[in-house]
C-alpha cells in the first residue's frame, strides 16, 4: 500500500501568462547530514518533456541498449556494458530540454553562514538572488579547504550549531564550540580575505538569528536544506524572467508547503524588483511569482520524472560533470567553489 503523497504547494485555479510545466527529481540528497564524504553533491535535474515523449525515450533506451524492465535507475545506465553509448545516445535526446543544478555540500554550508549569519536571513540564500554576498563565501571557502582538519571541524559545529530536530532552543555550549572552532581555524592562516569573513561572525548577532531560527520565524529558511536554492535557481532558469514555471517532483520530505509558500513570495518579490521592461502605462509590475505551483508525484507513475532521476544520478557520479558531455546540461550558477 502506498502512502499519501507529502508537501508540494498545488498552483491556483487560473495562472497568468505563459506556463512551462517541468517534471524534476534529485540525487544524493542526504537530509543534514551536508558533510558525509560519500555523498559530496546533491544534484537537481529537471526536464520540460511530455509525458509520451518521457515515455517513448525510456522505452527506446532500454529497447535499444537491453536494460531491464524494472525501474530504471542512473547505476543500470553506468554500470552498463554499452554505458558510454547510451549515455551519449541519453544526453543527445535531452538536448535543449533539460537542465542540471548542482550543490557542493560544503560549499552550500558556506555561503548559509555567510547569507545567514553575516546577512539579512532569506529564501533567497545560496541563489543568484544573493550574488553580493558571494565573493566572502568563496574566500571563505577556498581558504578554508586547504586549512586542514579545523576546517571540517568549523563545519561541523556550525551544522550541530543550527541543527533544530530533537531541540526547542538554541544551545549555548554550542555556540561557545562554534566560536571555538572559528578562533581555531583562523590561528590556522586563511589569508586576510577569509580572516575577515570570519572575524565579521558576532557572538550576539549569531544568537539572535539562532533565537528566531528556533523560535520558528517564517523569515528564516532551514539552514541545512540545499533543496530549497537548488529549487529556486530551476525555477529561475525555466521562467527566463519571462514565464511561470509548474513543477513536477519526485516526493521530497524537504518541499513542504510553508517552505514553498515562502520560496515563491521571495521570486515573487526579485520579479517585481527587477521586471524585464515596463509596461506602456509605465506602471509598476505585479508580483506574480515565476514558481507557479509544485505538484508531488511517485516517480514510478510519472516518466518525466524517471527521465530526471537518470539525469540527476548520472550527473551526479559523472566524473565529467565539468568538462565533458554534461557540461551543456549543467547550471552556470551551480554552488560550485572549487573551480570558480
Known amino acids: ?25 534529485e540525487s544524493g540528497f542526504s537530509g543534514t547530514n551536508l558533510l558525509d564524504p560519500a555523498t559530496p ?47 551519449e545516445w541519453f544526453l543527445a535526446a535531452l538536448s535543449g530540454r533539460a537542465h542540471v543544478q548542482l550543490v557542493d555540500k560544503e560549499y552550500f554550508l558556506v555561503t548559509r553562514i555567510v547569507d545567514l549569519l553575516l546577512a539579512e536571513p532569506s529564501y533567497a540564500a545560496g541563489t543568484r538572488l544573493t550574488e553580493d554576498h558571494r565573493p566572502a563565501a568563496l574566500a571563505l571557502y577556498r581558504a578554508g579547504r586547504s586549512a586542514g582538519p579545523d576546517w571540517t571541524v568549523f563545519l561541523a559545529a556550525f551544522v550541530e550549531l543550527v541543527r533544530t530536530k530533537r531541540r526547542h532552543q538554541p544551545d549555548r555550549r554550542a555556540l561557545e564550540r562554534f566560536f571555538q572552532t572559528r578562533d ?33 520565524d517564517p523569515a528564516i529558511p532551514p539552514p541545512l536544506e540545499p533543496m530549497l536554492p537548488a529549487l ?65 508525484v511517485d516517480s514510478r507513475d510519472d516518466p518525466r520524472v524517471q527521465v530526471a532521476d ?14 565533458g558531455s554534461l557540461q551543456p546540461f549543467l547550471s552556470p550558477t551551480s554552488l560550485r567553489g572549487s573551480d570558480r
Open 184 to 216: 581555531a581555524l583562523v590561528r590556522s592562516g586563511l589569508g586576510a580575505q577569509a580572516e575577515d569573513v570570519l572575524d565579521g561572525l558576532s557572538p550576539a548577532r549569531v544568537w539572535t538569528v539562532l533565537t528566531s531560527l528556533f523560535d520558528d
Open 310 to 323: 537518470l539525469l540527476a544520478g548520472v550527473a551526479r557520479r559523472s566524473p565529467g560533470i565539468v568538462d
Open 1 to 25: 500500500m502506498r502512502l499519501p503523497l507529502q508537501g508540494g504547494l498545488p498552483p491556483v485555479e487560473t495562472v497568468a501568462g505563459a506556463v512551462v510545466e517541468i517534471a524534476c527529481d
Open 232 to 296: 529556486a535557481e530551476t525555477v529561475l532558469f525555466w521562467s527566463g524572467g519571462r514565464r511561470q514555471v509548474l513543477v513536477i517532483h519526485d516526493e521530497q520530505s524537504a518541499l513542504t508547503a510553508g517552505r514553498l509558500s515562502r520560496l515563491q513570495q521571495v521570486l515573487a518579490d526579485a520579479a517585481a524588483s527587477s521586471p524585464p521592461g515596463a509596461d506602456e502605462a509605465g506602471a509598476s509590475p505585479a508580483r506574480v511569482s515565476p514558481l507557479a505551483g509544485l505538484v508531488m
Open 41 to 87: 553533491v546533491i544534484t537537481h535535474a529537471s526536464v520540460d518533456l511530455r509525458v509520451d515523449e518521457a515515455a517513448g525515450l525510456i522505452t527506446a533506451l532500454r529497447s535499444r541498449f537491453r536494460f531491464a524492465p524494472n525501474e530504471f535507475k542512473s547505476g543500470q545506465l553506468r554500470r552498463s556494458p554499452r554505458a558510454g553509448e547510451a549515455l
